[in-house]
């Protein structure tokens, strides 16, 4: 076993007005198998990065074992996959690379075509397969699942569980728990490191929460006790240090002084004493839930219809490449109908989407649409934005204070706003398609694979809202947590 130890680093990128890290101290075993967690923008794929010796900080990052980073670039693409493997691994023997494509649930058959030509789980599951296949570094595997489905999931996860000395960022749950025994989460303060899967570590946090809320309360209510015994204190001080001037006493007497200002002096110092306590508490206080994230509720007004049913395919398909897509498909959504499209890669699930928005795609059988059906529509694809938001919104005729504000509530950077969005990330594109489709008054929500680089806190967000909201809605979701959370109902296709 050997350790990577990571000592006072602090990073930022250039024209950014804060650092990505500041002072980061780590120490990670290369035997562990590792989840990386954290809101969009905290710096994952930068670590993995620096890890890696892409990018340079101050500080020192020493490392045992070459850094390997996930996704790996493939030069020539219209080569065999067979030969891609073998110019990742130069080392395995063509029997080796078989083997390892087989763990993980690659058929040999794929081997021989060209690798252009593999669906993006099979690209993903076989430069995972290479991967491994190279001996002697420590893997760094940023958000593998984006172009896996369920099944797919479940073979890498099983695949993962097996192997040793990998960094893996991921927001899937099950994905995680099925496959890391140590997580890192990248907080608001700094990094939490703690050993188990993303369940054990999230139970831990709930109830770390809790604890950390329960005292925030007593400490309120001490504060407020104390700050009204201050100035019940300082009152009567300042009472007995009148008295010294009050006149003549009934038998003649001037007031003794002295004694009561001991006496005013005495109370003041009890004052002061509850001030210091209040203080104390004051700070304790301050020391509390500065790790919770923010979660705040998000809203949604979809359009009411009056149809019973919203949209209702009958016995469609969609021909694809001499394939038939959605044979034989039967669906009805009606009013506060949730349908998850579930099945493999290439089933026609995202088709089928774009069918049910309106967009030009061939088929047969029967597509009916209520009258006047107004449809917001989020596509998989977050590659063509650009230009700022505010530039979006005017565009997308959404309005422009509700987009931001849904934003913030997704933990989005203020200082993003006056960006383009070209240079977004891809969590942060994503969360920018859900803002604009949240904003937009319609019958029926189509969602396609709306998860992909969206951080766990936000997937929370957004099943709550879909809980509630009792919009309808038909999307993709490889997200097992999500789906079950969420979905009245789940179609398979393929």
């Known amino acids: 076993m050997s350790q990577i130890t990571i000592s006072h680093l ?10 990505v890290f500041d002072d980061l101290t780590l120490t990670l075993d290369t035997d562990w198998r590792l989840g990386l967690i954290g809101r969009n923008g905290r710096g994952k794929t930068t670590l993995t990065r620096l890890l890696a010796g892409e990018l340079t900080g101050r500080g020192r990052i020493s490392m045992p074992l070459p850094c390997r980073r996930f996704p790996c670039p493939v030069a020539h693409p219209e080569r065999p996959t067979r030969a891609v493997l073998q110019e990742a691994a130069p080392a395995a023997a063509d029997w080796q690379i078989a083997c390892e494509a087989g763990r993980i649930g690659l058929p040999e058959a794929a081997l021989d075509r060209p690798f252009a030509t593999l669906s993006g789980g099979e690209q993903t599951r076989a430069l995972l397969a290479a991967m491994f296949l190279a001996p002697d570094a420590f893997l760094l595997i940023d958000e593998p699942t984006n172009h896996l489905d369920a099944a797919a999931r479940a073979q890498v996860a099983a695949y993962l569980a097996r192997q040793r000395g990998f960094l893996l960022v991921s927001h899937d749950r099950a994905f995680l728990d099925r496959c890391v025994d140590h997580i890192l989460a990248l907080g608001r303060t700094g990094p939490q490191l703690q050993a188990g ?3 054990s570590w999230w139970q831990n946090r709930q109830r770390q929460e809790a604890h950390e809320r329960a005292e925030n309360q007593r400490l309120r209510g001490e504060i407020d006790r104390l700050q009204a015994a201050a100035r019940q204190a300082a009152a009567r001080s300042h009472a007995i240090e009148q008295a010294k001037f009050g006149g003549k006493k009934e038998n003649g007497l001037r007031p003794d002084r002295g004694f009561i200002g001991h006496k005013s002096a005495k109370m003041m110092k009890r004052a002061k004493a ?24 998000l809203a949604l007004a979809p359009l009411q219809h009056h149809a019973a049913r919203l949209v209702e395919v009958r016995d469609g398909y969609v021909p694809l490449g001499g394939r038939q897509l959605c044979a034989g498909l039967r669906l009805e959504v009606g009013p506060g109908d949730r349908v998850a499209l579930a099945g493999p890669n290439g089933a026609g699930k995202s088709t089928l989407l774009r069918l049910l928005a309106g967009q030009a795609v061939p088929y047969t059988g029967q597509v009916v649409r209520a009258p ?38 997704l933990d989005f950077p203020r200082a993003l706003f006056a960006r383009d969005m070209a240079g977004y990330s891809a969590g942060q594109k994503k969360k920018v398609l859900l803002a604009r489709s949240l904003c937009e008054r319609a019958h029926l ?17 957004l099943e709550a809202l879909l809980q509630e909201a ?8 490889h997200d097992q947590v999500f789906v079950s959370r969420t979905a009245t109902q789940v179609l398979t296709l393929g």
């Open 10 to 19: 602090t990073f930022g990128y250039d024209g950014s007005a804060e650092n």
């Open 445 to 461: 929500y189509l969602w396609d694979e709306p998860l992909n680089y969206i951080d766990v806190f936000s997937r929370m967000q």
């Open 372 to 409: 006047g059906l107004r449809v917001s529509y989020v596509p998989q694809d977050t590659g063509g934005l650009s230009g700022t938001v505010q530039d979006y919104a005017a565009a997308c005729g959404v309005d422009l204070t509700q987009m931001l504000t849904l934003l913030r509530k």
């Open 470 to 477: 009792q919009a309808a809605m038909v999307f993709v979701e």
């Open 197 to 199: 899967n993303f369940s």
């Open 274 to 297: 509850i001030t210091a306590r209040t203080q104390a508490a004051a700070a304790e206080k301050a020391g509390l839930l500065r790790e919770v994230e923010r979660t705040d509720r």
